[in-house]
């Protein structure tokens, strides 16, 4: 009887963690590289959405926060001075915050 309540347990766990992977496996399909074209700034010294710099793109009324990679490498060109491009990456949301968005640099065009 234990031997059989084991292996039931064994079978339920092996199917939990093959669903948790093909769930893991979904999102990361949905994940698609989108560009974004806007103004590229600092969160907090053009826009004084936050009280430390971040590096930002904002288009209409959305503002996506670079992530930390991005932020450490473009932050000096627009901290002070917005500058016009498009933005290519993948956009999800702040862990903490949900109702801020974020992109995932991949590459950033400067408009001439």
């Known amino acids: 009887m234990f031997r059989a309540a084991m292996a039931m347990l064994m079978g339920a766990a092996i199917a939990t963690m093959v669903s948790m ?6 999102e990361k ?4 590289e989108v560009t974004i074209k806007g103004s590229i700034t600092c969160a ?3 826009l004084n959405l936050t009280s430390s710099c971040m590096t930002v793109i ?12 991005a932020h450490k490498k473009y932050h000096a060109d627009t901290c002070q001075a917005a500058k016009n491009g498009t933005v290519t990456g ?5 862990a ?3 109702k801020k968005l974020t992109i ?3 590459e950033l ?4």
């Open 21 to 26: 992977t093909s769930i893991n496996a979904q």
């Open 29 to 32: 399909k949905a994940e698609k």
């Open 44 to 46: 907090k010294c053009d």
């Open 58 to 69: 904002k288009d209409g009324d959305k503002v996506y926060y670079f992530d930390k990679a």
């Open 90 to 94: 993948i956009v999800g949301k702040d």
């Open 96 to 98: 903490k915050d949900k």
């Open 104 to 106: 995932t640099v991949k």
């Open 109 to 112: 065009k400067y408009a001439d």
